[in-house]
Every structure is written in C-alpha cells, then in structure tokens.
C-alpha cells in the first residue's frame, strides 16, 4: 500500500488547511481511514477516523474543528481543518486498514511520510 499525504503548510492560528491522502496498492472503497499526527516528542494520536460506509468519527480534541472525508472514485481521503490552533502543530498522517480495529490501535506495518502542519500564532 502506497500513502501520500500532502496539502500541510503554513498557516496562522484560526484558519484552515486541507490536507488530502492519496491511496494505491489496495482497493479503496474496502478500507477504513484514519488520519493522525505526531508533535515532536509526543506519542502518535488518532485525530479522525472515516469507515467504508463513510460514517466519520473525530477525536474530542478536534471535534467541532476538523472534518474527515472520503472519495472512492479518486483513491483518496481529505481532512478539512479549520480554526487552527498552536497545539495543531504537527506532521500528519494517514493510513488505511480493512480491519477497524487496526485503524482505532494504528496498528499497521508501515507508515507514510506525513504532511507538515505547522500553526503560527
């Protein structure tokens, strides 16, 4: 499985970014996808999940802020973020899975390079 997330960047505390994650190797439309972001020096945390029925579902911190999507004519998965916050600051990434479980642990085999959000005050 191939995993390219893109579309970080730059951007000031309150606004918004997009980033999207391209997916081959697999059949799409079969995995669950789960976005996730590493600060440096903290653990790897799930911050939105979407299952094959499209049913999304967001960590509380995030909640309110963040919007997970999926489009399976195109391979690929979006996270909407909106009102950035400082503590938003890290490099995010996605992965997909066929087993639920897998997605909730981030239990997988490999990982891909992950986009860089950084928020500014």
């Known amino acids: 499985v191939q995993l390219q997330a893109s579309g970080g960047g730059l951007v000031q505390a309150g606004g918004s970014l997009r980033p999207s994650c391209e997916v081959s190797?697999?059949?799409?439309?079969?995995?669950?996808i789960g976005w996730y972001r590493q600060a440096p020096g903290k653990p790897r945390e799930r911050v939105a999940a979407?299952?094959?029925?499209?049913?999304?579902n967001i960590a509380n911190s995030v909640k309110g802020r963040f919007i997970i999507s999926r489009d399976n004519a195109k391979n690929a998965a979006y996270l909407q973020m909106d009102s950035l916050k400082i503590e938003d600051t890290a490099t995010y990434y996605c992965?997909?899975?066929?087993?639920?479980?897998?997605?909730?642990?981030?239990?997988?085999?490999?990982w891909g390079r992950g986009t860089q959000v950084t928020v500014s005050s």
């Open positions: 979407i299952n094959t029925a499209g049913t999304p």
């Open positions: 992965n997909v899975a066929t087993s639920p479980f897998a997605i909730l642990k981030a239990d997988f085999g490999s």
């Open positions: 190797g697999t059949t799409f439309s079969m995995n669950h």
